[in-house]
């Protein structure tokens, strides 16, 4: 067997001595002070129109220095992927909406000294909501008289063009035509892509996307 340097050789552990003497640091011995506590008020409905905010007991509170929502927070729209800048799409996020799209969505959020006066921030928060009709399993969302789903039309070969196209329909033949009409305004111009099969994705993330292709 060949003479090596590290295999089967013992080795010390770099931060060996630290560990012994308890001068190591971890995160939990990091303290920052000067910090503030933020906590998020979220949705108790799976799908609602916000309809009003009044944050004024909460902004009124001492020691809490920021309550923000979608009426006060600009509606900039990224990705939900979570890769680096460029943020690629689809751009389907945004900080806060005025719509809520699950329970526990984020409606909104509460910067103070202490976890405490956060907490009671968020519970001073009024929030009028507007009931709207949720899907909660497959079989309901094909049934006759579901809420319309968003068909997000995708095409694999050109990603440049997957944000092209979003349909409000409520079958796939009536999304299939609508994508052929398409594609063959795009031939007539000098196009020379092929029609794959649309698919079906999220809807509420489809959803977004339509609002950002829409304004």
Known sequence: MPTTKVVGKPERKVDALRLAKGNAAFAGDIEARGLLHAKVLRSPHAHAQIVAIDDAAATAMPRVHAVLHYGNTPRVKYSSAGQSWPNPYPWDQVSFDDKVRHVGDRVAAVAADTVELAVEACRRIKVTYEVLPAVLDPCAAMADG????????????QPTLAQALVLDRSSYEQARASLVSFWQQQLAQGATLKVPEPRVMNEERNLLIQNLLMG
């Not at 809420?147 to 070969?157: G, I, K, L, N, S």
Request: hydrophobic share 40%; net charge neutral.
């Open 146 to 157: 579901a809420p319309p789903r968003t068909v997000y039309v995708a095409w694999p070969d």
